[in-house]
């Protein structure tokens, strides 16, 4: 009987996929957490920045969004430390402030985090996962790079640095009416 009640466990455990709503992150704000099941239900759009990046002036446009469409998703940034080179101010206090003070961002902030390579967060390792289930090989290839996600936690897109946070690509997608497809 002990013999069966741990192999069910396991293989629950084991087949059991995760979700994004599986993860948390820690914010930038001291001993609070971004749990993502509590947005279960919206579009989220997950950003790595760098606030001395050639992008940086894209919090503005994250803002915007997140303004305009805040009852149906919610934007996620994750300051991406030194992934492409020294863009990232040095902790997380001086990121926040940054955000908080320059673009008046009142969006959601990840502590400073690794996007790339071994060491990267969970939540970038469940994205890239699964882009490359969409057949996007390299899904980030600068800081700013986009997965938006829908109301039930699947990745709908990636959109790369260039493809600002108020573009028609993006923007459509958020007004859509339609169940996202791959057609």
Same mark, same amino acid.
């Given at each position: 009987m002990k013999t069966?009640?741990?192999?069910?466990?396991?293989?629950a455990f084991l087949f059991n996929t995760p979700t994004i709503y599986d993860l948390k992150a820690n914010a930038i704000e001291?001993?609070?957490?971004?749990?993502?099941?509590?947005?279960?239900?919206?579009?989220?759009?997950?950003v790595n920045t760098a606030c001395n990046s050639p992008y940086t002036?894209?919090?503005?446009?994250l803002q915007q969004l997140y303004s305009a469409y805040?009852?149906?998703?919610?934007v996620i940034a994750f300051p991406a430390g030194h992934?492409?080179? !020294?863009? *990232?101010? $040095?902790?997380?206090k001086?990121?926040?402030a940054f955000f908080r003070n320059s673009y008046g961002a009142t969006f959601p902030i990840a502590?400073?985090?690794?996007?790339?390579g071994e060491d990267r967060h969970p939540v970038f390792q469940y994205l890239i996962t699964e882009a490359e289930k969409m057949g996007i090989t390299e899904p980030i290839k600068w800081n700013f790079t986009?997965?938006?996600? !829908?109301? *039930?936690? $699947?990745?709908m897109k990636v959109f790369e640095a260039d493809v600002t946070p108020l573009s028609p690509e993006i923007t459509s997608l958020l007004n859509s009416k339609q169940p996202w497809s791959l057609d």
């Open positions: 069966l009640l741990m192999t069910t466990l396991f293989s001291e001993n609070k957490q971004i749990n993502f099941s509590d947005y279960k239900g919206k579009k989220i759009l997950i002036f894209q919090i503005e446009g805040k009852e149906k998703l919610v992934d492409f080179g !020294d863009q *990232e101010l $040095k902790t997380n001086q990121v926040q502590e400073i985090s690794t996007v790339k986009k997965f938006l996600l !829908d109301e *039930e936690g $699947k990745l």
